[in-house]
């Protein structure tokens, strides 16, 4: 079972408690920096479209990527909503926009106009080909950006054409993560000089960063350009996965001599009369050590490989299906899912000892927060603002 966890309606007290963010609601890796944000105790307030705009896959309230902060619905085509976005501008430490570039400044709130009401403001922009270059103005999504980067063309097996590792690797690894990264610098740095700065998040540029082990052993010859070759590809056969006899998987990551014996221990395969295995440093012999390894794990169930190398130090694992991750007995005893009103989620990551990171509110909907979060944040004459149709407020929460 996952664990259950209650979603406080106070600001949480995370190592970022009493930081202000206002992000400009997108999609994808913007949403999802602010939700890491406000999981470490930031109080973000989400400034969205005053109509709900995007890709409504999920429903508002059960979008895990908008949990932990308040919802304002503010009109930025009005100069009146831009009015209003620069007044929270002037309290906030943290601006996250992922518009492609020129957008913001058109709209009336770029770095120029922001930075002026607040010269300590840290502006983080998320796109994916970034604010220059001959792509910038151009549309994309994380498969555009992480190809023309180089992580998409080696992701494959041998034979077979590059396989597409989801969105975790252009979006949420090399676009979210380098944001909160750069924000987090840029704060630390006008702490000291008074003075906040443009943080440029491309997702090329995140992506061909996190590549940096493996370009470093292509050009030393480590690496070869042949897709499924290598030793981290699926090309060596003891870093692989391999199917069980119940049609599941089991991973194996046996690289160094000491876990690869003891893989091979626990599978009996140097056992065998007459079929001595193959040298494990031989290239050419890789083939047949794959078959071996096949075969052996293709004769028990999943389960049962699972019980037999479990605690031990040969590298092997089961290959959890997505919707029973949360039930594995390790991620149960961290809790590393956690469940809310049916909705099974990650818990906040990393953990710290003394200022644990929380979940924080349950996701708005777009502008159900709006008199409320203004208020808080110290915006004057409220109701006058929803009144002149610059803010709405949504009353169907």
């Not at 630390?188 to 943080?199: I, L, M, N, T």
């Not at 052993?217 to 199917?243: C, H, I, K, M």
């Not at 999943?302 to 605690?311: D, I, K, T």
């Amino acid at each position: 079972m996952t664990h259950t966890t209650s979603f406080p309606d106070t600001p949480a007290r995370g190592p970022l408690a009493g930081l202000r963010v206002v992000e400009i609601a997108g999609i994808g890796p913007g949403p999802f920096a602010a939700m890491l944000l406000a999981d470490l105790g930031a109080d973000v307030l989400r400034v969205d479209r005053v109509t709900p705009g995007g890709l409504a896959v999920v429903p508002q309230d059960k979008d895990v990527l908008a949990r932990g902060r308040r919802s304002v619905a503010v009109d930025l085509k009005r100069p009146e909503g831009v009015a209003v976005l620069l007044d929270l501008v002037e309290r906030a430490d943290v601006l996250i926009e992922g518009f492609r570039p020129g957008v913001a400044e058109r709209l009336g709130f770029g770095p120029d106009a922001c930075l002026a009401r607040n010269p300590r403001l840290v502006y983080g922009r998320m796109t994916g080909w970034g604010q220059d270059g001959p792509l910038a103005t151009s549309a994309g999504h994380d498969v555009n950006y992480i190809s023309v980067a180089g992580a998409l063309d080696p992701i494959g097996r041998a034979g077979g054409p590059p396989q597409i590792p989801m969105n975790l690797l252009g979006d949420f690894a090399g676009g979210s993560m380098y944001l909160v990264v750069g924000v987090l610098a840029a704060l630390v740095e006008a702490r000291d000089s008074g003075h906040g700065q443009v943080v440029d998040a491309a997702i090329v540029d995140g992506t061909a960063h996190l590549l940096s082990m493996i370009t470093n052993l292509q050009q030393v010859g480590a690496w070869s350009d042949a897709r499924g070759t290598n030793l981290l590809d699926s090309g060596s056969p003891f870093y692989d996965v391999y199917e069980t006899a119940d049609g599941l998987w089991m991973s194996v990551g046996a690289l160094e001599p000491q876990f690869y014996d003891e893989m091979v221990k626990l599978l009996e395969l140097d056992t065998v009369p007459g079929q001595p295995l193959p040298d494990r440093y031989d290239l050419a012999a890789w083939p047949q050590l794959r078959e071996r390894l096949a075969a052996r794990f293709a004769e028990r169930t999943q389960a049962e490989w699972a019980e037999l190398f479990a605690g031990t130090d040969a590298c092997v694992a089961p290959v959890v299906p997505m919707r029973d991750a949360p039930q594995h007995p390790h991620l149960v005893a961290r809790g590393t899912y956690v469940e809310h009103e049916g909705v099974v989620q990650a818990a906040p990551a990393p953990r710290f000892s003394r200022t644990p990171a929380t979940l924080g509110r349950t996701p708005s909907k777009s502008g159900a927060d709006t008199r409320e979060a203004l208020a808080a944040w110290g915006i004057d004459d409220v109701d006058a603002l929803i009144a002149s149709g610059a803010v709405v407020q949504r009353e169907d929460k």
